[in-house]
């Protein structure tokens, strides 16, 4: 990619998360463009490219990731395709993107890794909230030890069927643990589990318990995890997507030996708590979530900066997911 002055994206898989939180952020970061996007459905496909403004548009992803105008592939299909669309693009000298969670578990995400040495291209997951002002706020705040020493973590993502966290599909295949991995849990635990990974490094040990309480559909739909960082922090996290509208709950709270920060995964407040009184700090919420982390990728790409999370550290996520749900 050395002599590579811009990134020419082709897309593979322009479905609902492609339409504002991600795709149009890359026509909108420096040397960054769209060249072309795939969808096996090809009516669907020539209506996105008419709409965003793309070139070309492809019913094929391997006539995509050939395309001699694409030097770079963001992967936005379901998690079941993850690995061969990353496989093939490596294999094809094409730097990839692809989104969370990297695929279905942590065994197909070391194949993914080891692609990438293979072929020597580079490879960037879409844990994007690691870009975003607020989560790096966080990260500021206990760098500098604003509430002493961490103690412990308490997550909770408690959603009733009826939420509205994640995109439209018309399969709902996120409810179908062949194609997601796993249902609603890997499908939003991977924004929490990562952002535990950035703030608290390496995992000592870690354990769940995933079950499917409601029978609603084939995913479980209750997860619990426990983690041991080697830093000694531990943290608690509990996923249910069956209780009540009056019951949801998305908060994470870190506890440490001078006083908490606390604030959710999807929302846009910071709140500290400490020696008696509390600071609050607010953020816009971003129009499109992904370009702060698309700005960082792209220049990653073009030996501008480092990677801003790769397959190794994502890895550590899939493998946590695995644990709680015992997969691995």
Known sequence: MQSIKEIKWGIIGCGDVTEVKSGP??????NSSI????????????????????????????????????????????????????????????????????????????????????????????HYRRAQPM?????????????????????????????????????????DPSISGGGLFHDLAPHQLDLMIYYFGQVS??????????????????????ILFESGVVFNGTWCFTVSENDKKD????????????FPIFGNKISI??????????????KHVQQPMIDKVTAYFLDQGDNPCSSEQAILSMQLMDSFTKKG
Request: net charge neutral.
């Open 25 to 30: 952020a890359f026509n909108k970061v420096p």
């Open 35 to 126: 060249v072309a996007v795939m969808r096996r459905d090809a009516a669907k496909a020539k209506d996105y490219a008419l709409r965003h403004g793309v070139p070309k548009w492809y019913d094929d992803a391997e006539k995509l990731i050939n395309d001699p105008d694409v030097n770079a592939i963001y992967i936005a299909t379901p998690p079941l395709q993850h690995e061969e669309y990353t496989l093939l693009s490596l294999a094809a000298g094409k730097s990839v993107y692809v989104e969370k969670p990297m695929t279905l578990n942590a065994e197909s995400a070391l194949r993914m890794q080891n692609a990438s040495l293979k072929y020597k291209v580079k490879l960037s997951v879409a």
């Open 135 to 175: 989560f790096l706020k966080v990260k500021e705040l206990l760098d500098k030890r604003v509430i002493g020493e961490v103690r412990f973590v308490q997550l909770q993502m408690l959603q009733s069927p009826a939420h509205n966290l994640i995109a439209s599909t018309g399969n709902n295949w996120r409810l």
């Open 205 to 226: 040990s870690s354990s769940g318990i995933s079950i499917n309480q409601s029978g609603e559909y084939p995913a479980d739909d209750l997860v619990v995890g426990q």
């Open 251 to 262: 908060i994470c709270e870190i506890t440490g030996s001078a006083g908490t920060i606390s």
């Open 273 to 286: 708590k400490k020696d008696g009184y509390e600071e609050e700090f607010v953020f816009e919420p971003l």
